[in-house]
Nanobody, 124 residues
Framework: QVQLVESGGGLVQAGGSLRLSCAAS????????MGWFRQAPGKERTFVATITGSGVSTAYAGSVKGRFTISRDNAKNTVYLQMNSLKPEDTAVYYC?????????????????WGQGTQVTVSS
């Protein structure tokens, strides 16, 4: 059984930073692409960032490009999301997900397992 557990969320002032972690188990980690998505109250879950199984390639939503960085440590079966220059509009529940192939994925339908989410709140 695949399990994903996010951590690192919290309350931060605008302009601050947070680092989210997602620990994975139950799957050969290096074989699968990973992604981060977020969902604000009353809105759909949207793509934030994705990384290939090897960690060589990444992709970002336009709204976070240049501020967020996705990375992974395959020895620790963990993917990270470093979030800098946070804005109030970044407030959401952040979810990590794993997909069936090693490649990048930018839509929710491309992922088959999800974590429970971690709340990020950015105050103005």
């Amino acid at each position: 059984q695949v399990q994903l557990v996010e951590s690192g969320g919290g309350l931060v002032q605008a302009g601050g930073s947070l680092r989210l972690s997602c620990a994975a188990s139950g799957r050969t980690f290096t074989n699968y692409g990973m992604g981060w998505f977020r969902q604000a109250p009353g809105k759909e879950r949207t793509f934030v960032a994705t990384i290939t199984g090897s960690g060589v390639s990444t992709a970002y939503a336009g709204s976070v490009k240049g501020r967020f960085t996705i990375s992974r440590d395959n020895a620790k079966n963990t993917v990270y999301l470093q979030m800098n220059s946070l804005k109030p509009e970044d407030t959401a529940v952040y979810y990590c997900a794993t997909r069936r192939t090693t490649t990048l994925g930018t839509t929710t339908s491309q992922y088959d397992y999800w974590g429970q989410g971690t709340q990020v709140t950015v105050s103005s």
